[in-house]
């Protein structure tokens, strides 16, 4: 049983397109992040919603649009994908209010071509 | 603004030997610090956490401890193995809003030589 579970694991794509990175997490947390790694391994945060509620929405594109149905379950979608876009997404889920850890899902490697 | 530093960037010891990552934080009012393991091409894991109320933690082999006063905070693996090769990642929780963000360091790759 996958605690956070991502779609798909790969994606390749050409520029232009548009996608959707799909997370889903059966922990009962309340919070899920979207968090970047770049080829240098950085991790850094894009977004998070607390039970559905937008908490967090770091200098990010606005090419990059989230969504949260319920919260049990987080999209990333991308608008107009760019070079620079390439990178591994990690969605996490914590229970949240900053002291506790994230459980990650098992990323998504994305590549523009 | 937050932001945590992380060193060495990389770093080889030998079978057996221990291994020791520091990192520091600049949002004194930050209270958890938490390490993650990131072996190639798989997801970050939570390894071991320490909370501000405490100044040392220990599981097994590894080991962290935290100096609020001088913003720092170390993670020591003891007889390290090869399975103990991997990105190393420590964290600190913003103190900003309540939203559980975690400002992560830029890693420290460990290569545990046989």
């Known amino acids: 049983d996958t605690a956070v579970s991502q779609t798909p694991k790969y994606l390749v794509t050409q520029m232009g397109n548009d996608k959707s990175i799909k997370c889903e997490q059966n922990?009962?947390?309340?919070?899920m992040y979207w968090y970047k790694q770049d080829s240098k391994k950085f991790l850094k945060i894009m977004f998070s919603?607390?039970?559905?509620?937008?908490?967090i929405n770091e200098t990010v594109p606005n090419r990059f649009s989230p969504k949260s149905p319920d919260k049990a379950h987080l999209n990333l979608h991308i608008n107009s994908l760019e070079l620079g876009d390439s990178a591994v997404y990690f969605c996490?889920?914590?229970?949240?209010?900053?002291?506790?850890?994230?459980?990650f899902g098992s990323g998504t490697r994305l590549t523009v071509v | 603004g937050e932001n945590v530093e992380q060193h060495p960037s990389t770093l080889s010891v030998q079978e057996g030997d221990s291994a020791v990552i520091k990192c520091t934080y600049s949002?004194?009012?930050?209270?958890?610090f938490p390490w993650y393991k990131q072996e190639l091409g798989k997801r970050p894991q939570l390894i071991i956490d320490?909370?501000?109320?405490?100044g040392e933690k220990k599981d097994q082999r590894i080991a962290v401890t935290l100096n609020k006063t001088a913003k720092h905070f170390s993670l020591h693996i003891t007889e390290t193995q090869p399975e103990d090769s991997a990105v190393y990642f420590c964290?600190?929780?913003?103190?900003?809003?309540?939203?559980?963000?975690?400002?992560f360091g830029q890693g420290t790759t460990l290569q545990v030589k046989p």
């Open positions: 964290a600190a929780a913003s103190s900003s809003g309540n939203t559980g963000k975690l400002i």
């Open positions: 922990l009962g947390h309340d919070t």
């Open positions: 949002d004194s009012a930050s209270n958890y």
């Open positions: 996490a889920s914590s229970r949240g209010g900053g002291n506790y850890g994230y459980t």
């Open positions: 919603y607390n039970n559905k509620e937008l908490i």
């Open positions: 320490i909370r501000s109320n405490v």
